[in-house]
């Protein structure tokens, strides 16, 4: 079992920053890929951004690229979210996901392979 928490969402301004961390208990995410999705109300939960286990290999969703970059630390077993350039579509409830990963450079895009979910942390940003 993998405990996952999301931390470091909150308000912020457009074209602000903000940076949010998923803290895992339980276990060591080392093997586990991870994944940051969101969901917006009204709208159904999408992929944002996911890295290997090996922290080698990255993706991410077109509406983010050039703004947001996703890093992990498995000596700290955490994997933070910088998001750069906010718009007010970005406001979601932003979830980490953890999926055992099938190689280094394995990164699901997905929500199907994750096999565990935090709580979910809320980041809203204004016009």
């Known amino acids: 079992q993998v405990d996952l928490v999301e931390s470091g969402g909150g308000l912020v301004q457009a074209g602000g920053s903000l940076r949010v961390s998923c803290a895992a208990s339980?276990?060591?995410?080392?093997?586990?890929?991870v994944g940051w999705f969101r969901q917006a109300p009204g709208k159904e939960r999408e992929f944002v951004a996911a890295?290997?286990?090996?922290?080698?290999?990255?993706d991410y969703a077109d509406s983010v690229k050039g703004r947001f970059t996703i890093s992990r630390d498995n000596t700290k077993n955490t994997v933070d979210l910088q998001m750069n350039s906010l718009k007010p579509e970005d406001t979601a409830v932003y979830y980490c996901?953890?999926?055992?990963?099938?190689?280094?450079?394995?990164?699901?895009?997905?929500?199907?392979?994750?096999?565990?979910w935090g709580q979910g942390t809320q980041v809203t940003v204004s016009s």
């Open positions: 996901a953890a999926d055992w990963g099938r190689n280094r450079e394995y990164v699901p895009t997905s929500s199907g392979p994750y096999d565990y």
């Open positions: 339980g276990r060591t995410l080392s093997g586990y890929a």
């Open positions: 890295i290997s286990w090996s922290g080698g290999s990255a």
